[in-house]
């Protein structure tokens, strides 16, 4: 929903998004795989420190940003720092120290915005923060992506992906959006998700996951939208360059509305990590048993909900390529691997299931071979030590049998 001016490149106006066309569509696409982490910050240092520069760069300005904001933009560490408790802070304040001059004259505001243009961008995989947003109408924090090739083909042209907006007037929802030629500010495609209490009540993971032809919005670790070719209206599809990341917080803007009477300054988003990680482009894996060196099966390649998951002869089709995402879950054909009935006891029966961010959909694969689920501290267990094809898997007190181990094939 983002409009921007990019101040280290050629300027661009554009009107800002009033509201997101909804688009769903589910299983269309292989999602991410997601890898290794390949960037972060996780923002230590003393109370009132300047930011990595080796990580960062300062947009700096008041010329509205394409949005009729009203802050300035500024470098200084009253606006963004370290706040000495692993947190990076960007705080918008109602001042102004240096006479800085707006697009509607001397700046009532002072706010901050970073960006990794010029230090770090990334095609594809996960990228995910844990933000606590600050609060107050016509405040507007956001964690979004540019296309690293905006200086030269221009906004909206480079894309954008919003991976997290809020509005204070909508204090409990978030939104997730991407631009390009075609579908750009009012013309955004995106979806939403509102909580039952203010985004800025406490911490929240925001994240996409992002591969070919395919991105998908998560909020603490819950998906909530995702986006194909398919819901461009023939539009051109922009994601498949690298994108480079920005967190701001806006004061105003045509969007957000101004502040009124009501709202606080300072107001403070604090940020607890940003993380990246990269996409694996060899998709998904087999899970090979030592026991019977059969692989981890949807029964009949049908991921309906509720398949019980079984032992089979591995034959790399995608009823056994499985996938660990950044949010903990275990995936095959868009859906995941899940203890039934959220249950975590002994002899609980492992399914597949449509992702649904109940943390018992958490797996790990350890150095040792066994497949945890993390909510039960049990693993992933042949019922009955049975080597024949058709085996089922339950959850059961981890043994170091060969009926508990795992390996990727």
Request: proline share 4%; glycine share 14%.
């Amino acid at each position: 929903m983002r409009t921007t001016r990019f101040l280290l490149a050629a300027a661009v106006v554009a009107t800002t998004l009033a509201g997101a066309l909804s688009a769903v569509s589910r299983n269309d696409q292989a999602d991410a795989a997601v890898g290794a982490i390949t960037w972060q910050d996780e923002f230590d240092g003393s109370a009132g420190s300047a930011i990595d520069s080796s990580r960062w760069n300062f947009d700096i300005g008041g010329g509205g940003w394409g949005n009729n904001e009203l802050e300035y933009y500024t470098n200084s560490t009253r606006n963004v720092y370290r706040d000495g408790q692993g947190h990076l802070a960007i705080t918008a304040r109602k001042e102004n120290p240096a006479n800085y001059q707006c697009w509607y004259g001397t700046c009532t505001y002072t706010s901050g915005r970073i960006l990794t243009s010029g230090k770090f961008t990334q095609k594809y995989g996960r990228f995910e923060a844990s933000i606590k947003v600050p609060k107050g109408q016509g405040i507007w924090p956001a964690f979004w992506m540019l296309g690293d090739n905006l200086g030269s083909v221009g906004w909206p042209n480079s894309g954008e992906i919003d991976i997290m907006e809020n509005i204070g007037k909508e204090p409990n929802t978030v939104h997730g959006t991407v631009h390009g030629p075609g579908y750009s500010g009012a013309g955004g495609i995106g979806g939403g998700r509102t909580l039952g209490a203010p985004l800025g009540d406490a911490f929240h993971a925001y994240a996409i996951e992002w591969s070919p032809n395919l991105i998908v919005w998560f909020l603490d670790g819950q998906e909530y939208f995702r986006v194909t070719p398919a819901n461009l209206n023939g539009n051109t599809w922009v994601f498949d360059h690298p994108f480079f990341m920005i967190m701001n917080v806006a004061v105003g803007g045509n969007w957000p509305g101004n502040p009124d009477a009501g709202t606080v300054f300072p107001q403070t988003m604090l940020v607890d990590y940003v993380r990246v990680s990269a996409w694996n482009d060899a998709g998904g894996t087999a899970l090979r048993s030592a026991l019977n060196n059969r692989c981890v099966d949807i029964p009949g390649a049908n991921p309906v909900d509720g398949a019980r998951l079984q032992m089979w002869d591995c034959n790399g089709t995608a009823a056994q390529q499985w996938t660990f995402h950044g949010d903990g879950t275990l995936r095959a054909m868009g859906k995941c691997m899940d203890p039934a009935g959220a249950g975590t006891a002994n002899g609980t029966g492992i399914q597949l299931v449509t992702c649904n961010g109940n943390p018992v959909q958490r797996f790990t694969l350890s150095a040792a071979g066994d497949l945890v689920n993390i909510s039960a501290n049990r693993c992933v267990d042949i019922k009955d030590v049975n080597s024949a094809n058709g085996a089922q898997l339950q959850l059961w007190d981890c043994a170091g049998t060969a009926n508990q181990k795992w390996s990727r094939a």
